[in-house]
């Protein structure tokens, strides 16, 4: 909906600034906000949920995997609905054989999970150090381990909604790395840093 990367770094009161600043509602709507700010907070200040904002986040690594994993959802991989490490392993019955595999059954997150009942050979991310940053590799290594490459990508489309454009799907189907891929968003990150800088609140 808008030109801003999949980890913008903003609080949603700092977002809604920026969209009323911007101009990006149509018609050139505004609409009346009120941001209240926190007293003696910083950015580099964590802060863990004290409920569940979704059924599957169930913790703070689902929520720092998030938007790494959140690609598969446009995959034939899963992403661990139907079990109760949601967002923290992936997996398909199209990957080969590893020490980890899971088998999704129906729960309160997901009524007909993906691969229901088959077991789907992947990874466990749960020790996984926090990532500070956007992480395709565990796109690109599982386009490249799946049985059939060319149905490893949803026919629907999910996938480039997930990503904003085509791009990122061409690019990986290309056999770019992830070093080449990002370096393609480096003008337009440097744009948003810019732009999103006017509409900070915290520092």
């Known amino acids: 909906m808008h030109p801003v990367p999949v980890v913008h770094g903003m609080t949603i009161g700092e977002y809604a600034q920026m969209i009323n600043g911007e101009g990006w509602l149509e018609n050139g709507l505004t ?7 926190i007293k003696n907070y910083s950015r580099d200040l964590p802060y863990t949920l004290p409920i569940k904002p979704s059924p599957n986040l169930p913790n703070d690594m689902a929520i720092n995997l998030y938007p790494s994993l ?53 990874y466990n991310l749960g020790d996984h150090t926090p990532l500070k940053a956007l992480d395709l590799s565990f796109l690109i290594t599982a386009y490249h381990a799946t049985e059939k490459p060319s149905d490893f990508f949803i026919s629907n489309g999910f996938f480039t909604k997930l990503a904003g454009t085509k791009k990122l799907q ?18 337009g990150l440097a744009h948003f840093v810019k732009t999103r800088a006017r509409y900070l609140i915290y520092h």
């Open 31 to 37: 609409c009346e906000l009120t941001v209240i700010a």
């Open 70 to 122: 959140c690609f598969f959802e446009g995959t034939n991989v899963s992403v661990g609905r139907g079990t109760n490490l949601q967002f923290q392993i992936y997996g398909s019955p199209f990957l080969p054989k590893t020490n980890f595999s899971f088998v999704p059954k129906p729960n309160e997150g997901a009524h007909y999970p993906k691969h229901e009942n088959q077991e789907c050979n992947g």
């Open 170 to 187: 061409e690019q990986i189907e290309a056999g770019w790395t992830q070093q080449q891929i990002k370096a393609t968003w480096k003008e």
